[in-house]
């Protein structure tokens, strides 16, 4: 997580959503950010970008055991309609 904060130094989440149940819970959460550096290949652009991430997870007690994630890359599908637009 420390490139990931040092790219986009900003970087700010929203918690939107968690339901749980028995050992399970899901959340929902949005991050916004400013990318400075480059980041996975896609060289630097200033630009602001937000994108929503859910995890699933599985508990052992009070600990998190197994993390599943998923999210919508908004980020890249911008920065890809961008490139493709010049």
Not at 29 to 37: H, V
Not at 44 to 64: C, H, N, P, Q, S
Request: proline fraction near 2%.
């Amino acid at each position: 997580m420390a490139k990931f904060f040092d790219d986009f130094p900003d970087a700010g989440y929203t918690l939107n959503d968690v339901f749980c149940t028995g050992d399970k819970g899901v959340w929902r959460g949005t991050w916004n950010a400013t990318q400075r550096k480059e980041w996975e290949g896609i060289p630097e652009t200033g630009r602001k970008a937000k994108w929503t991430v859910i995890i699933i997870g599985r508990f052992e007690g009070d600990k998190l055991a197994e993390i599943t994630q998923a999210f919508k890359d908004q980020f890249r599908a911008t920065e890809v309609a961008a490139e493709g637009a010049e």
